[in-house]
């Protein structure tokens, strides 16, 4: 079964910081690998992903993450941090069964931003 | 658009009471899923449809029924509520891609069973 790794469940940076989230996969295949975020009392929204092609993935907000298949690794980087950035970030991986995609979640890492 | 959208935001139930979590999208989607989304756990997946009356189990079905007679709604079922059900739901619809989903999320349903 497939699983995702998001090690770090609470991370604090200073504002203008760089980040960097990681998220390790697990499974057989190259499956499709996504970065969601979500603001407090609100859903997610979808930050990237990864289908095919570059490895070097841009999304919105300025952030971007790089997809590294020797490591299983696929994690979101920021160069640097605003104060609204401060959110939950979730790490998801698609699997394609029985023709249909179904997306296992990583538990999450709580991002901190301080002045 | 409204996107995807969700009712109840908030609802209290008693232990035994049932009651059905709505949601709603405008954006054509043939997949839809739900999901629960509780502390240190992520988001799992309770059910999903892949249109119109085809539905699915997800990772934790248990003590939920899902049911898909039009492309816009589809609503979860409570049957017996029960503490354990506590929990944040969120509906998501995506269009499909060469086989590739992006999610979009409503903005979620707080549930408190006491």
């Known amino acids: 079964a497939q699983s995702v790794t998001q090690p770090d469940i609470h991370i604090t940076v200073s504002e203008g910081a760089s980040l960097e989230l990681r998220c390790n996969y697990s499974y057989g295949a190259t499956p499709y690998l996504f970065w969601y975020v979500q603001s407090p009392g609100q859903g997610l929204q979808l930050l990237l992903k990864y289908f095919s092609g570059d490895t070097l993935v841009q999304g919105i907000k300025g952030f971007e993450a790089e997809f590294k298949r020797s490591q299983s690794s696929f994690n979101l980087r920021k160069p640097s941090v605003h104060w609204s950035d401060a959110a939950e970030y979730f790490c998801a991986v698609g699997l394609i069964s029985g023709g249909y995609q179904k997306v296992t979640f990583g538990i999450g890492t709580k991002l901190q931003v301080i002045p | 658009n409204a996107g995807v959208t969700q009712t109840p935001k908030f609802q209290v139930l008693k232990t035994g009471q049932s009651m059905t979590l709505q949601c709603a999208q405008d954006?054509?989607?043939?997949?839809m899923s739900w999901y629960r989304q509780d502390p240190g756990m992520g988001l799992r997946l309770i059910h999903y449809?892949?249109?119109?009356?085809?539905?699915d189990q997800g990772e934790v079905p248990n003590g939920y029924n899902v049911s898909r007679s039009t492309t816009e709604d589809f609503p979860l079922r409570l049957l017996s509520a029960a503490p354990s059900q506590t929990s944040v739901y969120f509906c998501?619809?995506?269009?499909?891609?060469?086989?590739?989903?992006?999610?979009?999320f409503g903005p979620g349903t707080r549930l408190l069973v006491l």
């Open positions: 998501a619809s995506s269009y499909e891609l060469a086989g590739r989903e992006t999610q979009y």
């Open positions: 954006m054509n989607h043939e997949y």
């Open positions: 449809s892949v249109g119109a009356g085809i539905t």
